[in-house]
C-alpha cells in the first residue's frame, strides 16, 4: 500500500526546534523522505504570533484538514477556518464532553465539519486522494498487536499504557517512569513500526493496525 509522507511546518527558524523534546520526531520525518519546511528565518526563536501564521501554510498544503484535539481558544481553530476559506474540507474527531480539549472539535462538528469515526469518513470527501491510498479505507480491523510485536517489553508496556484516547508524552514518561527523551525515542519506533499515531502539540494516540 502507498504510504503518505510527513510535512512539518514550522513555527520557528529551522535550526529552533520547539518544543525541544521534538527532536526525535524531527530527525525520523527528516530520514523517512519528509520535508521539515518554515519561511522564518534561522535562528528565529518561538513566539505565540509565529504559530497562527504559521497555521495559513498548513491550511494551504492540505486537501482536508482534520482537527483532532483542540480547546475554544486552540491554534487549530484558526487552521481549520484558513482550510474553509480556502475551500478545503474540514474534518473533527469527536471527543468526551467533560475534556476542554475535545470542546474545539465539538464546535466545530457543530458549525458544519464533518464527523470523523473512520479513515472512510476522511476518504469519503477526498476522491483526488491516490486510489491506493483510498483503497485502505476499506480495510476492516484487524486483533491488536501482541508482545511478540514490539521491540522490546519496555515498547509494549508504553503502548499498553495509552489507552484509547489521545495522551501527552508528559503522562506517559511518569507512567512508565521514563524521561520524555525516551518517551519520544519509542514512540518514534513505534509510529514506525504502525503502533501509535504522533500528534501535534506532543500528544500520541494508540493505533489497531489495519490489513
Known amino acids: 500500500m502507498e504510504r503518505g509522507k510527513t510535512i512539518a511546518v ?3 527558524g529551522i535550526d ?3 518544543p525541544p523534546q521534538n527532536l526525535g520526531l524531527a530527525q525520523h520525518i527528516a530520514t523517512a523522505g519528509g520535508l521539515i519546511m518554515t519561511e522564518f528565518e534561522p535562528n528565529s526563536p518561538a513566539h505565540s504570533w509565529h504559530f497562527p501564521h504559521r497555521n495559513r ?3 494551504a498544503l492540505c486537501q482536508g484538514c482534520l482537527v483532532v484535539e483542540a480547546s475554544l481558544d486552540s ?3 484558526i487552521t481549520a477556518r484558513l482550510a474553509l476559506e480556502l475551500g478545503h474540507e474540514v474534518f473533527a474527531l469527536p471527543g468526551s464532553i467533560h475534556s476542554p480539549q475535545s470542546k474545539g472539535c465539538h464546535h466545530l462538528i457543530k458549525e458544519g ?3 470523523v469515526e473512520s479513515v472512510r469518513d476522511i476518504l469519503d470527501e477526498l476522491p483526488r486522494l491516490p486510489s491506493t491510498l483510498a483503497a485502505s479505507g476499506d480495510s476492516k480491523l484487524r486483533s491488536i498487536p501482541d508482545a511478540t510485536q514490539f521491540l522490546d517489553e519496555e515498547s509494549y508496556k ?4 495509552m489507552g484509547n484516547a489521545p495522551v501527552s508524552m508528559d503522562r ?3 507512567l512508565n517512569a521514563l524521561t520524555l527523551r525516551e518517551v519520544a525515542s519509542l514512540l518514534t519506533l513505534m509510529e514506525l513500526a504502525g503502533h501509535v499515531a504522533l500528534l501535534p502539540g506532543g500528544m500520541a494516540q494508540k493505533l489497531v493496525k489495519m490489513n
Do not use: F
Open 113 to 115: 465539519a464533518k464527523l
Open 10 to 12: 514550522m513555527g520557528t
Open 75 to 77: 491554534g487549530s481553530l
Open 172 to 174: 506517559l514518561a511518569k
Open 16 to 18: 529552533r526546534l520547539y
Open 57 to 59: 501554510l498548513i491550511a
Open 158 to 161: 508504553l503502548w499498553q499504557n
